[in-house]
């Protein structure tokens, strides 16, 4: 499998029908270290002929693949999950390098995701379809969930393999084959897949990777007829190039895109849990994530006790080395982000911002990575830019509310609807508000807590379609309904009315 002395100033090339294919293009594009600023390996800058040669092999796979049982699909992907974990410090070091996420996180992610292949491996056996009861005499009628057939995954940079897996566990167990496309700043998880998946077993064709860039490799995914389904997990702009592209030729599409949650804290919340909610809410991952919560409310009557104590764990955070044991905050992965968020930060300020924390880049040691600083602001107003559009940064608004009915209605006032949470000791205000608030998931005195068996998706603007649990496992798949007539009779009076309604 890869790694990251192997692949270091190499040229990656493409992943497809079980082999390494050099692309058709014969152009390559630099991927860099956050850490260091520098590039340190290159992929494949994939042209529309690439990406139909991935998708020839997916489709003829993909016929072979269905008939597979699901019993056998599912040892083989339990044979991927443990080789997941056979080699999780390798993946884990790939990840680190490639977007300067923090190794114990990663190791501790890719342990997850061995359990998550392997809750998949279980479920390819047990999606059954039912038995229907018709009017009419010796006729069955029931349903099967079958694949869909290719399905095209592209994802972001933030979490690359943890956002290849949710949707690569379901839609490979369900029967289907995959094209993916990783986000061009960190492909090289998504290409060490490749081995596994053929040491695992599991067939050329079924698991193929084109690199490139999101205008031109991806653009030419998502306009293949042949693609049944795109999982696309990436901004909401440019979901929304991705759904209009698959609405030409009527493919499914499953979208994670964009949050900007609410994480909401009650007079009576329980304090110190509060703070820790509140402080990993928007720093994990340095705020790189869909699911951050990066509008924080704090009613009235605990304002300036929560803000002092949230502003304290913010200047203890530890900004360094994403491999070293005692960093709490790794770099910006991409190199534009940490100008969108010096952009926005600065924009804010200009609208009145208070800035309790942080609010720029760090000086002299950290100086050549691309690090920004856990950053804290109030007294904006609900429509400031900071407000309602994701920084996607370790950034986090603080506003004051006085009651339930206000605190909701600020919550949904966002064109986004991922995640919300919120801390209470109050069960009947908690159950209101997991209720009234518009998000896909709801934390009561907890925040990111997720599971591979519950279902996740966003709301609004966030996107539609779930990943995670058996949900996702029928996200991946089609019923199909079968009428069966085993009468030794002529047609009757009651089939004759159909047929003639048809
Ligand atoms: O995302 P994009 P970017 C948000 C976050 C961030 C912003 C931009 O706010 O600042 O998006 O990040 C591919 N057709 N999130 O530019 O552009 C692209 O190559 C098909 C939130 O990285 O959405 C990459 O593989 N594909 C989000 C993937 O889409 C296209 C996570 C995501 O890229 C394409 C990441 C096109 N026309 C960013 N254009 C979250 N909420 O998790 C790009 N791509």
């Known amino acids: ?10 040229r990656l090339s493409n992943w497809v029908d079980g082999a390494w294919r050099e692309p058709a293009s014969k152009r390559w594009i630099p991927s860099f270290n956050p850490f260091t600023g520098q590039p340190w390996y290159s992929i494949a800058d994939s042209d529309t002929q690439d990406v139909q040669f991935a998708i020839d092999a997916a489709a003829r796979a993909s016929a072979l693949w269905r008939e597979v049982h699901a019993i056998e699909r599912g040892g083989m992907l339990r044979r991927l999950g443990q080789l997941i974990a ?4 390798a993946l884990a070091q790939l990840e680190v390098h490639d977007n300067g996420k923090l190794l114990r996180e990663m190791r501790a992610q890719i342990g997850v995701l061995a359990e998550q292949f392997d809750y998949f491996a279980g479920a390819a056996d047990k999606m059954e379809g039912s038995t229907i009861p018709i009017n009419r005499r010796d006729v069955l009628a029931y349903t099967v ?7 095209g995954i592209i994802t972001p940079w933030n979490s690359p393999l943890y956002q290849l897996s949710w949707t690569l566990g379901p839609a490979l167990a369900m029967g289907n084959t995959v094209v993916v496309k990783p986000s061009e700043h960190t492909s090289a998880s998504a290409l060490a897949i490749g081995e596994l998946v053929a040491q695992a077993g599991i067939p050329a ?4 990777v084109v690199t490139g860039l999101g205008a031109t490799t991806g653009d030419a995914l998502t306009r293949d007829p042949r693609i049944a389904k795109i999982a696309f997990t990436g901004s909401t702009a440019t979901g929304r190039k991705v759904a209009h592209n698959a609405a030409d030729h009527f493919a499914q599409c499953n979208l994670e895109l964009g949050g900007k949650s609410p994480n909401c804290v009650f007079d009576d919340a329980p304090f110190e849990r509060a703070v820790n909610g509140v402080v990993a809410g928007i720093f994990a991952a340095g705020g790189q994530t869909c699911v951050a919560g990066s509008r924080i409310y704090v009613q009235k009557g605990i304002l300036s006790r929560f803000v002092d104590a ?20 790794g770099p910006v992965a991409v190199h534009d982000q940490l100008h969108k968020i010096g952009r926005m930060v600065k924009a804010a300020r200009q609208q009145g911002a208070q800035v309790l924390h942080g609010g720029k880049q760090p000086g002299a040691e950290l100086a050549q990575g691309w690090f920004y ?18 920084v996607f940064g370790p950034v986090g608004v603080v506003m004051p509310f006085e009651d339930e009915g206000e605190l909701i209605a600020l919550a949904n006032d966002t064109r986004y609807g991922l995640t919300a949470g919120v801390w209470t000791q109050d069960l009947d205000r908690a159950m209101q508000f997991a209720k009234r608030v518009e998000a896909g998931t709801i934390w ?11 279902p996740m998706g966003g709301f609004k603007e966030s996107g539609y379609g779930k990943h995670y649990g058996l949900e996702s496992m029928r996200e991946y798949s089609r019923v199909k309904s079968v009428m069966v007539d085993y009468s030794r009779t002529t047609p009757d009076a009651f089939v004759m009315r159909v047929r003639e309604s048809i």
Request: without cysteine; glycine residues 6%.
């Open 1 to 10: 499998m890869l790694k990251i002395e192997t692949i270091q100033d190499q």
């Open 86 to 89: 056979d080699n999780a410090e």
């Open 145 to 151: 969930r079958e694949a869909l057939g290719v399905v």
């Open 205 to 208: 064709g079924v698991y193929n």
């Open 310 to 329: 949230l502003t304290a764990r913010a200047a203890a955070i530890r900004l360094g080395d994403p491999r070293a044991e005692e960093t709490q905050m």
């Open 373 to 390: 600083e856990p950053t804290l602001l109030t007294g904006l107003s609900q429509d400031a830019e900071i407000v309602q559009e994701e």
């Open 444 to 454: 009561v005195n907890t925040y990111r807590a997720a599971s591979f068996t519950t």
